[in-house]
């Protein structure tokens, strides 16, 4: 069934807000006081969205009578919930809601062709089901061409550090520069990580000279890295080469942070299905906040 709005108050036709989903749980509150941070911070307004999802048993051959005039209330109740708490956090900031009939990741897919980015809860309970590894996170992150941040409790020791992974790719490009954008807006610095691994010898073993494959490969990310620090100069950067797979080596740097930036370098459906092994399993074990960035 065609998703549809069942109540939009109407928002600024030229601005794409701040998409954030909300069931009304714990997490979900999170990541709506996330987005009215986000948002005010970017100048943008907030839209909170929840999805009414047709009941299990409810189909066009046997519809349950009035069962979304049974269930709108109660979204309403939410959105108002989640009104009440972006306002209270961030007073004067322009949030409108919204009430959708359809699949949570379907209305969130659309809702993102006219948003500057989108935030989920790291768990649901509701309407946004398992926004984290659920159907919700996988429908969403790596599908859509807008940032995506799932959003979980930073770590106590996090300091005002905002970590990027980096793989001396042009992939890594649009990651890099939402890393650089959300660093500027909060004051933070920047610690980009670009893990390497020496490559696995075949045939003869021969001796490698570690270190001078570390500065090497220090030598390139450097030069890559150059012309984007040189456009964010007020920005302070830090980069870890690290001699560790990527996951591992994002998962503990995401301990001391408060923002990890991942890329998806998904190019097609089966690609952005599995949003690459990377940045999937960041999103299942990292320590903070996470926001996956498509590549273009």
Not at 118 to 145: K, T
Not at 258 to 279: D, E, I, K, M
Request: net charge negative; aromatic share 4%.
């Amino acid at each position: 069934m065609t998703e549809q709005p069942i109540s939009d108050p109407g928002v600024d036709p030229v601005v794409d807000p701040v998409v954030v989903g909300t069931d009304g749980s714990a997490g979900a509150t999170r990541a709506v006081e996330w987005a009215a941070d986000d948002a005010a911070l970017r100048g943008l307004p907030l839209r909170v969205v929840h999805a009414v999802e047709r009941l299990p048993y409810d189909g066009p051959r046997y519809p349950i009578p009035d069962s979304y005039d049974r269930m709108a209330p109660t979204g309403e109740q939410i959105l108002a919930h989640a009104e009440w708490v972006a306002r209270d956090r961030r007073p004067g900031l322009d949030v409108t809601t919204v009430l959708v009939e359809g699949r949570p990741g379907r209305v969130l897919r659309d809702q993102a062709a006219r948003a500057a980015e989108v935030v989920l809860g790291s768990h649901g309970a509701g309407g946004f089901p398992g926004m984290l590894l659920g159907s919700v996170g996988n429908h969403v992150a790596g599908h859509v061409a807008v940032p995506v941040v799932v959003v979980r409790p930073a770590p106590p020791e996090a300091g005002a550090e905002i970590v990027v992974g980096f793989d001396c790719s042009k992939e890594s490009g649009p990651a890099l520069t939402y890393a650089f954008e959300e660093a500027r807006l909060r004051g933070h610095r920047v610690r980009i990580v670009c893990a390497w691994e020496p490559p696995v010898p075949y045939g003869p073993v021969i001796s490698m000279d570690l270190d001078a494959m570390r500065r090497a490969a220090e030598d390139y990310a450097r030069g890559e890295l150059e012309p984007l620090q040189s456009g964010y100069a007020d920005v302070k950067t830090e980069l870890d080469m690290v001699h560790d797979h990527p996951v591992s080596a994002l998962i503990k740097a995401s301990s001391r942070a408060v923002l990890l930036v991942v890329g998806s370098h998904g190019r097609n459906a089966f690609t952005a299905a599995v949003l690459g092994s990377v940045s999937r399993a960041v999103l299942g074990h990292a320590h903070c906040p996470v926001a996956v960035v498509k590549a273009r």
